[in-house]
């Protein structure tokens, strides 16, 4: 493809935020622009905006390099996120149309959306409405998730991250617990996200090292929960020990697939567009049982949106490589590629090596990549060392925080926030 | 005195744990090495240790000066903290007999004890003591709260390691917000420690940058709750914006005195040795009642024990006056003092330039500072520049984590863990 003929670029980011989706953008942006696209549009709040007609020209919020390190730096989705699931193409062709003429309107060559497994349905869709209806225009998924759940890649940037905080965070969670003693002793219940997959969770253990024994407990979402087993392992730790750490991930369930919450007769039921139960609550449950049944303290503890939000401790593998996925997926969709999504392949654990491929996004999209059942303990309260293996190269290294008086500077043009 | 008298120290813990308490120790321990003491003994558990017959000697965990640095970066007490209030001497005058026997045994000059309103009161009764009983033992307090609400100094060590941890966080949460659009808009309420005193939560407002409206409203427990009041606010904002972000105090309370949590009918009630009621949920409570009323979507988060472990976002103005004034402690006691509090004085904001004092542990003890009315906006709805000015020089500069393996190391002794 000549030069002269590239028109123009547009990206969207989608489903939930990450401290590294930012970089993608970045990478993105940086790449269309070094492969001579004209304008290089954001959609606002992904293709919901889209439909909306809200958009953005990039330039206008990209002027330099500090602000392309800015914006590495910048949690949640600068452009602003959706949950907007496309119908099938059968059920709402109009709907279809109406995107592609808006994009044909734009002059978009390439449409770039990164986000997760949903996101990468609209992927799906978009480019099989391309084939059908004749279009050339390009489309491409960069991955993006903290739950890590995306099939076919080593691992989704916007994890190694979310990983570093977490390790860090039940660090300083186990070390607060040594310091107060208590008569019957305490158990913390540290609540980390992951509905389905256990790999959030899982890098609780990170808080292991020679001067951190880790949490005590670590359960996930891929192995049933036992609460009569949790109750007898809890009591069993506190007649040795004062202070009982535990990570649980928000969607542990019982065998008869009940998530935990589900057990309290006052939780509520909350859907989102997808049709997934929103969880909060399943630490608090498991202290009230734990002090009721136990006599002990307890403390739930939510890590909640401060996970995914928190570029202060971001992992430089991590916001790189997002970076460079983000310039991937703009490279392959610029030289042709359709319907694929970027995937980061891993070749050696030590030193951690890893580049970039393309695969089909249909074999991707709606597929939910779990936990190997060996990389979690019998008992399946713990993982193991090959967990970490994994997860250990993606937290390493700091980016360090742009402080303007005292606190991280983030990428915001003046007006911006009335856009969203 | 000449240098061949010194005999011992011995230093504790107690209260709250902080980021920067760690480094008050490192501060005692080494002025005391630095002016010639023999041993510097660590009560484990503080005062309630003592009685008990813990302590260790310092010289076997802190060995060089990278042990130092470790220590100044490790959150939370290293030594065990205690909320262990010492009766009246009136009262049990055969305790304070023993714990001046085991005083002497060890050959103690200098007691220095790291803590804030309630370990003042330990001081003060020990010195209180040591005159009524002719010992020539020198008690010096050392000031440590997150809280900030001690009497007669500047600010409290702790503090500004905890605000600079507060206003990154919400900077976050807020950016986190814009992410998603949700139908009839969301409120984000932030639970923040602090039962009486608003200084924590006040430092919300240093999310307020250039980059970042800051939270929408600040309620501290200075000024009382109004509920419906609250909800017209809310349901205000939120016919103006999608997102709305609300930091509390886990100690706000009504007209009445109730604490909001006191209105939830299912709450627990829980009381501490001090008689201070336990309080969680608060933001909780609200976000129910949020969503009930106003049918938005609502979020709690609980800062939790992440405030004041965040070792990881430490500001470097409080770890070295913490440092400081570990030192101060020390060199008072060395000279003679007893009795006494360290406190910081501040001499400009702009430059920041502060420096330390001794003050009289009988003014302190049991009093709180409460934020001046004049630094809350009449509506009682946020800060004002005052508070600012006053907060933001105590949040500036880092202290770069010693990562190992991507996670900070802290400063840990085999089997230490066992002694706690």
């Known amino acids: 493809m000549s030069k002269e003929k590239k028109r123009n670029v547009i990206v ?54 500090l602000d392309e390190e800015l914006l590495k730096r910048t949690p949640s989705a600068y452009l602003g996120s959706c949950r907007f699931k496309l119908p099938d193409i059968h059920q709402d062709q109009p709907l279809y149309e109406r995107i592609f003429k808006k994009l044909d309107e ?19 869709k978009l480019s099989d409405y391309a084939i059908i209806s004749g279009s050339a225009i390009r489309f491409v998924g960069c991955p993006k998730t903290i739950d890590n759940d995306l099939a076919l890649t080593d691992h989704t940037p916007g994890y190694g991250s979310a990983a570093k905080y977490i390790g860090t965070s039940v660090k300083e969670i186990i070390r607060d617990s040594w310091s107060l003693e208590t008569e019957k002793g305490q158990v913390i219940v540290v609540e980390i996200m ?75 039921d909350y859907v989102d567009a997808f049709g997934h139960k929103q969880l909060t609550g399943t630490a608090r449950f498991l202290c009230n049982r734990l002090s009721a049944e136990l006599g002990c303290k307890s403390r739930a503890i ?39 999504m970027v995937v980061i392949t891993r070749t050696s654990d030590d030193p951690y090596q890893a580049g970039t491929e393309v695969k089909d996004v249909h074999k991707i999209a709606n597929d939910v990549r779990l936990v190997p059942r060996n990389w979690i303990t019998k008992d399946g309260t713990y993982v193991t060392s090959e967990f970490i293996t994994y997860v250990r190269p993606l937290i390493q290294g700091d980016v360090s925080p742009i402080m303007v008086d005292g606190i991280p500077r983030h990428l915001w043009v003046p007006g911006f926030q009335d856009l969203l």
């Open 194 to 268: 992951g509905r389905d997959a256990g790999w959030l969770t899982g890098a609780a253990a990170l808080a292991k090292s020679e001067d951190c024994d880790g949490p005590d407990l670590i359960y996930l979402p891929e192995v049933d929960f036992d609460m009569d087993e949790f109750m007898k392992r809890c009591k069993n730790l506190l007649s040795k020990k004062s202070s009982v750490v535990v990570a649980i991930s928000e969607g542990i369930h019982t065998a008869d697939g009940k998530y935990v919450t589900e057990l309290d007769e006052g939780g509520v």
């Open 302 to 340: 939510e890590l909640s949106t401060l996970q995914r939000a928190a570029s202060h401790c971001a992992s430089r593998v991590d916001i790189l490589e997002a970076y460079e996925v983000g310039g991937a997926a703009m490279k392959a969709a610029d030289e042709g590629d359709s319907g694929k």
């Open 12 to 65: 969207g980011q989608s489903g939930g935020p990450t401290a590294a989706i930012n970089s993608s953008l970045a990478g993105v942006y940086r790449t269309a622009r070094e492969r001579g696209y004209n304008k290089v549009y954001g959609m606002i709040h992904g293709i919901q905006g889209l439909v909306e007609d809200r958009y953005i020209d990039l330039s206008n919020h990209i002027k330099n390099g």
């Open 106 to 124: 734009l002059e978009i060559d390439c449409f770039i959306y990164i986000g997760g497994n949903d996101s990468m349905d609209t992927i799906k």
